[in-house]
């Protein structure tokens, strides 16, 4: 047993808290994609990019963005016969928080939801100016705007590929479509094309420098690219332009957490928790963010109070209950630890599979063999291509082997 407690920790040496799996089904796909459509209030159509919760009843939560013009296509592993509730959280200016549900019946037929946004009640709140790309793209020749719409249209069916070139033919025609520039980086960015997708945005920035958009999406690119001090420096300068935008300060505080500044993004993450005007999910993913922070920081107590606070306003967010047990596990606090790690999991399933490493690591420690058993070979299930994989398929090993010789 000593020489598998030796396997176990150099195992868990490799430990992540990134989940990067995704869920596979043996189910028939939709020939087509299932699409979700925004409207404003009114009918008409948005000109931006849509943020909104999408929550499976199976407890599987995500929070995902719309193209400039209002529409999703869900991915594959998001479709399954359910219940879908999708929730937009208010802009204060033209819409109020909407909720709407619908269903899915079989997975083998395609959807086309149309959600219609809540009218505002309450006066609208000032917001800093953000270039709005409908007054940019006036000068659209028709051919090149048919083969924009052509392409986003492909792109919503799920023909990724034809919809691409069918963009790419529309800027040839017309090298000064802000537009497409900009949503053709979205989808590269989608597909992990990032330097494609740099391309787009840069090009963008090109034909109007003040597109917040092109940059905020730039920004993320360029830290999803390892190029952290880039990002940041980007991201800084757009933020103090527009400093009441969210997406630009979360975007902003992950830009210095990955580059190293912790004393900034700690700064910055507390100032924004002061913003009088947040929502409830802003003010989650800000509390959030501070834990992951003061978890880096090794102030384990601190750590928890902020992961306790983002639970609170979303209880369904599986990476604050995931990083939670974490800590928990950090403070000996074996009982609250188990509870937070099962509730991660149980919300993120396999993108929560680093639950059950930790899970795993827990049960070990307390001599529980069959449930420590249990948690890896799940882990091992869940995220097949970990780091860490050979290390754990030996600790598995191992106590199987133990298992037979009892």
């Keep these: 047993m000593r020489l598998l407690r030796t396997h176990l920790a150099l195992a868990l040496v490799f430990l992540s808290c990134v989940a990067t799996a995704t869920a596979q089904r043996n189910e028939q796909r939709p020939d087509a994609p299932n699409v979700i459509e925004f ?15 999408l929550i499976r009843d199976d407890g599987r939560v995500e929070t995902l963005f719309t193209d400039t013009k209002g529409k999703y296509s869900m991915s594959f592993d998001l479709v399954k016969a359910g219940n879908y509730t999708v929730t937009v959280e208010s802009d204060r200016v033209t819409y109020d928080t ?4 619908f269903r899915i019946l079989r997975i083998s037929d395609s959807i086309y939801q ?17 270039l709005d790309v409908s007054a940019l793209d006036t000068n659209v020749p028709a051919e090149a705007q048919s083969a924009y ?5 492909l792109i919503v069916k799920g023909q990724i590929d034809p919809g691409i070139e069918s963009l790419k033919h529309a800027v040839t025609l017309y090298p000064q479509y802000l537009r497409a520039f900009n949503d053709l980086g979205v989808v590269y960015m989608k597909l992990n094309h990032l330097e494609e997708a740099a391309d787009a945005f840069s090009r963008a920035l090109q034909i109007n420098s003040r597109f917040a958009y092109a940059r905020l999406n730039l920004g993320i690119t360029l830290n999803r690219q390892g190029k952290h001090a880039e990002a940041a420096k980007l991201l800084e300068t757009l933020f103090k332009e527009n400093p009441v935008l969210p997406a630009v300060r979360l975007n902003y505080a992950d830009a210095l957490y990955d580059a190293g ?30 834990g992951r922070l003061l978890s880096r920081e090794e102030k384990t107590t601190e750590a928890v109070k902020e992961l306790q606070r983002a639970i609170e306003l979303e209880p369904t967010a599986f990476n604050a209950h995931l990083l939670l047990g974490g800590n928990l596990i950090q403070l000996k606090r074996p009982e609250e630890a ?3 790690l099962l509730r991660a999991y149980e919300l ?21 063999y069959d449930l420590a ?34």
């Design 39 to 53: 409207f404003l209030p009114g009918g008409a159509q948005p000109t931006t990019v849509i943020r909104f919760t």
């Design 98 to 101: 909407t909720t709407s549900v």
């Design 114 to 130: 149309t959600i219609f946004l809540r009218p505002l009640k309450s006066a609208p709140v000032p917001r800093a100016t953000v």
């Design 149 to 153: 719409n052509a392409g986003m249209d």
């Design 261 to 290: 500044r912790l004393a900034e993004c700690g700064k910055l993450l507390r100032a924004g928790l002061e913003d009088p005007i947040l929502t409830q999910k802003e003010k989650a993913e800000l509390h959030y963010k501070l």
């Design 338 to 340: 188990e509870r937070s």
């Design 348 to 368: 993120g399933g396999r993108s929560a599979g680093h639950a059950q490493l930790m899970l795993g690591q827990l049960y070990f420690g307390q001599k529980k």
């Design 373 to 406: 058993l249990n948690a890896f070979e799940l882990y091992m299930k869940d995220v097949p291509d970990a780091q860490n994989a050979a290390q754990i398929k030996d600790v598995v090993t191992k106590l199987r082997a133990s298992q037979r010789n009892r």
